[in-house]
């Protein structure tokens, strides 16, 4: 593997303003999955897949039979070490937040020195915030979210993102390896200028493909593209149709290697869809008629 590095997350304004904020949004519109195994046709041989639930959000997990684990996004939360305003946001929104990000590690049998990879679709602090609990991994983050991340450009109005370093930053396409399975990046901006998602798979098997989305869009129950939830919450929303199109368009491809191929689609807040389901969904064909 490659060399590691130490990754640390601080914030340069209180932060409990957004965990609020995103929680009251976010709270009854989520749809996230309970922490545990997701067992799904579409999960490259070899691997367990778990989802966790951290507040409103979820982050994954791809582990190995050797225990050694890839991440891709990391939740909320480590501990209040970072003075007053972590206590502060702690105790508002994530009380015992700790324990309980811990606890789920422990409910999975993540041991979170063996993560060796973690991969963020964007930098908002519901994905970022656990990433100083993974010391062995290397971070990568889309090269378009670095402003983001250095504080030059805000998502929320009046809040830097967190400022995270030890990251490396990836182009659309680059690749990331982890043992026999690869994730590529390919960008998906509109949530955030930078975000980014990853389609991963066994080398030599492309019939089966998770490909993981952070918050580029999000589905209703049924798994269709749901335009109107939570768009108050995208940096540039009418940017998000072009995402799911990106998206759509990957999964085409795919499907023309592999007629075959069994694809899932992996959300943060809204939870699972599948490749056939999202291309169905009635808002994308009214977009088209509209065309
Ligand atoms: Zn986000």
Not at 84 to 92: A, S
Request: hydrophobic share 40%.
């Amino acid at each position: 593997m490659s060399q590691y590095k130490t990754c640390s997350v601080t914030f340069s304004k209180p932060d409990y303003v957004v965990p609020l904020v995103v929680r009251i949004l976010t709270g009854w519109m989520a749809n996230t999955l309970p922490t545990g195994k997701v067992e799904h046709a579409a999960v490259p041989d070899g691997l367990g897949f778990y989802a966790v639930r951290s507040l409103h959000a979820n982050w994954f997990v791809l582990k190995m039979e050797s225990g050694e684990a890839m991440i891709f996004d990391a939740g909320y939360w480590t501990s209040g070490k970072n003075g007053l305003p972590w206590e502060l946001g702690n105790w508002f929104c994530c009380r015992k937040g700790d324990a309980k990000y811990k606890g789920s590690l422990h409910a999975i049998g993540l041991d979170p020195s063996r993560v060796t990879v973690a991969a963020m679709t964007h930098s908002d602090i519901d994905h970022v915030g656990g990433l100083p609990v993974f010391e062995n991994a290397a971070v990568y983050m889309g090269e378009g979210e670095r402003p983001l991340v250095e504080g030059e450009v805000e998502h929320f109005k009046g809040l830097k993102a967190a400022r995270i370093t030890g990251l490396e930053y990836l182009k659309d396409g680059d690749q990331i390896r982890f043992g026999d399975y690869v994730a590529t990046c390919f960008s998906t901006p509109g949530h955030t200028d930078g975000s980014v998602s990853y389609e991963f798979r066994h080398l030599n098997d492309s019939g089966k493909v998770l490909i993981f989305i952070g918050d580029a869009f999000f589905t209703d129950k049924k798994g269709h593209f749901a335009p109107r939830k939570l768009e108050g919450i995208h940096m540039h929303k009418e940017q998000v149709p072009g995402a799911v199109d990106i998206v759509l368009q990957r999964c085409a491809a795919i499907r023309a290697q592999n007629a075959d191929a069994n694809i899932l689609i992996v959300s943060c807040h809204t939870g699972l869809t599948d490749y056939d389901t999202l291309a169905a969904s009635p808002a994308l064909q009214e977009s088209k008629k509209d065309r």
